[in-house]
């Protein structure tokens, strides 16, 4: 697919500084495929260093603020204003912050959580429906072609009728309190920033959304979720989780979700199961899937080859063979981003229509499984209606 849209769209954003990981990679992905080109930002709490952080990058120093108000408010009266933004601040910022730029007809991309509640999230597809705006959440995970390439395979019943679902977010890396050194870690573990759980919406919302990418037809009729505190200076917030879930078609499903999966580098592990045959991705080694068609033996299909279907090519950079990671990944969500913008200045090219990208739909979704997941924990792991 080719990107012929005339110019770049003019992009700020909000936190993501220096020192910030998260930044970089949004302005990694962002300005991979020229698809935004950075033109303001309000990179940190502290107005002075967000306004040499923004110079360091190359802005125009009035155009580095010292908070997003007085960005959207002077860029607003530009006519080379800003059209979209990017939110990389914590948590129990993304409501406001996002509120705030959707009145001001910006597109907004947002770090997930959305927000905090359905309600919120609710308020703000409202609003982005209104001012014809979209609103993307960054589940980069899902911009790996061999997500498409597993989406394809469900669709074309190479699996047969899919049974079990398997998923996990279970890293090892918060086994201990490291929170008390890392200041980037504590706010995670404290209820007024991270908001109603720890590890459920911070890793456990990523392999559920690559369900949903997969698995598009299959809706959650109901739930249970017992959740834990290893750590206890982390409670009420937990480090594990454990969630069942039993979709519309008979089919159940699990999910990890987990800080204190001790040596795990990551643990991102998605398995569909169907009659006929199952597959099974793994972020640490995302351009494999593993395809097993019961009585045969086990293969690997991989990133790029010509018997992929052609909805996994659709974001090839380099051809088979050479490996692609996360910084791919997020790009390819940017570049999905920047078409959805495109629809609206009326620049879309052909094929819009069959890209996937998460969308506010996709964190209304992911807010409401944590809401319902906390709802049955706290309720002692209770099987509850999803709602």
Request: glycine share 10%; with cysteine; aromatic share 10%.
């Amino acid at each position: 697919m080719t990107n012929d849209r005339r110019k770049p769209i003019r992009w700020g954003m909000v936190g993501g500084g220096r020192g910030s990981q998260i930044g970089y990679i949004h302005r990694s992905a962002a300005h991979r495929d020229d698809v935004f080109s950075l033109a303001a930002g309000a990179f940190d709490i502290d107005p002075e260093r967000g306004r040499a952080f923004g110079v360091d990058l190359g802005l125009d120093e009035g155009r580095s603020y010292p908070d997003y108000a007085a960005m959207f408010a002077a860029e607003a009266g530009r006519a080379d204003g800003i059209e979209a933004v990017s939110i990389a601040t914590p948590n129990n910022t993304h409501f406001a912050i996002c509120k705030a730029a959707l009145e001001h007809d910006l597109h907004v991309i947002c770090e997930k959580p959305l927000c905090f509640t359905v309600a919120e999230a609710e308020e703000l597809k409202a609003l982005s429906e209104a001012r014809g705006r979209i609103v993307g959440v960054t589940y980069g995970y899902a911009g790996h072609q061999m997500i498409e390439q597993a989406r394809a395979m469900v669709r074309n019943g190479d699996l047969g009728e899919i049974r079990i679902v398997n998923l996990q977010f279970a890293h090892g890396f918060h086994s201990a309190a490291v929170e008390d050194q890392n200041p980037s870690t504590r706010w995670r573990v404290d209820p007024r920033f991270a908001g109603p759980s720890y590890v459920l919406g911070d890793v456990g919302t990523h392999p559920l959304y690559i369900a949903k990418v997969i698995l598009p037809h299959l809706k959650i009729k109901r739930l249970l979720c017992t959740r834990q505190s290893f750590v206890k200076s982390r409670a009420p917030l937990e480090d594990n989780a454990v969630t069942l879930m039993a979709y519309d078609n008979g089919a159940i499903a699990t999910i990890w979700s987990s800080a204190v999966n001790a040596g795990s580098m990551h643990g991102q592990k998605v398995r569909i199961v169907g009659s006929k045959a199952s597959i099974e991705w793994w972020d640490e080694r995302p351009n494999q899937l593993s395809y097993e068609i019961q009585g045969e033996p086990a293969r690997i299909l991989e990133r790029g080859m010509d018997y992929l279907y052609p909805e996994a090519r659709i974001d090839d950079r380099i051809g088979g063979g050479h490996p692609e990671g996360l910084f791919e990944a997020w790009a390819n969500l940017y570049r999905r981003f920047g078409f959805a913008i495109d629809e609206h200045r009326g620049l879309a090219p052909a094929g819009i229509e069959d890209l996937v990208f998460p969308d506010v739909d996709a964190g209304l979704e992911g807010v409401r499984w944590v809401e319902n997941c906390v709802r049955s924990a706290d309720a002692g792991g209770l099987w509850l209606d999803y709602h």
